[in-house]
């Protein structure tokens, strides 16, 4: 059986694709579901099976815990990392891409060499840094490693962009007088951002996701993030699993706005990533 195009239908694609989606599916249903179960009667009946009367009781446990402090301070976090980190990566990018000499060379070695340095392997030396600060156990204590951390992939990504710009784009803006600072915003911002996007979102689902500075650099309740709220939630709700779901769902939402809100420009700048 051949179709219209002369080509064999990929029956085992498709059969590893649905299996794949199942697999993925399922244990999202399975927490939806859940969290909007009474614990009274969650063991007692079919686990996968939808709630006959669907309650919101545990997500009205998880908003009267302090979780929304949890979710205020991840989002100071989240915004405190990305607005920073983008715009100095984005001038970075271009001025390794427009500028030259020895030490712009040496700048993307060392972004090159931030690369091979993963979180683990520094998070000493950075909690010795912190505490010299007088940093500890505040937002700032974890905004600040998050932005260096950033920075380098972000740095790569963008310039790659600003490479693909025509040069004859960026001469014409001198010609007609513009300074750098003004092709910067006024050029390469407009063409890139795309490319913008697709780091901020990026670095958002992996600050967003932190756990390793916020365990370490954090201590009183009051600063915790998000995932340090979850682990705090299975401890308080260990035996709540409905309350636990519930809480992994409101945590798991901005995730799912931000992939909504900026979906044309994160397929478009991953396209063409994969395109170079």
Request: no cysteine; aromatic share 12%.
């Amino acid at each position: 059986m051949r179709t219209r195009g002369g080509q064999r239908p990929n029956w085992l694609g498709a059969l590893i694709s649905i299996l794949w989606l199942a697999i993925v599916i399922v244990p999202i249903y399975w927490i939806i579901i859940t969290s909007f179960k009474d614990q009274s009667t969650y063991f007692a009946t079919n686990t996968m099976r939808p709630p006959p009367d669907p309650s919101l009781e545990p997500y009205k446990r998880v908003l009267e815990s302090d979780f929304p402090r949890y979710f205020l301070n991840s989002v100071i976090v989240t915004v405190g990392t990305i607005i920073p980190a983008v715009t100095i990566s984005f001038m970075a990018a271009f001025a390794i891409v427009r500028g030259s000499g020895w030490f712009l060379r040496w700048t993307t070695i060392l972004f090159l060499a931030g690369l091979a340095l993963p979180l683990q392997a520094v998070v000493i030396p950075v909690y010795l840094i912190i505490i010299r600060l007088r940093l500890y156990d505040t937002l700032l204590a974890i905004v600040l490693p998050s932005i260096a951390f950033a920075i380098p992939l972000s740095v790569l990504i963008l310039a790659n962009f600003i490479r693909d710009v025509p040069k004859e784009l960026f001469e014409s803006m001198r010609l007609d007088g513009a300074s750098e600072w003004g092709t910067l915003w006024n050029l390469a911002f407009p063409l890139v951002r795309p490319a913008l996007v697709t780091v901020s979102i990026y670095n958002g689902l992996t600050v967003w996701n932190g756990f390793i500075l916020p365990l370490i650099l954090t201590q009183s309740p009051s600063q915790r993030t998000l995932p340090l709220a979850l682990q705090s939630f299975q401890g308080q709700f260990q035996i709540d699993i409905p309350a636990v779901l519930a809480s992994v769902v409101l945590a798991t939402l901005p995730i799912v706005v931000l992939y909504v809100l900026g979906r044309r420009q994160l397929v478009s700048g991953l396209t063409a990533g994969f395109s170079k």
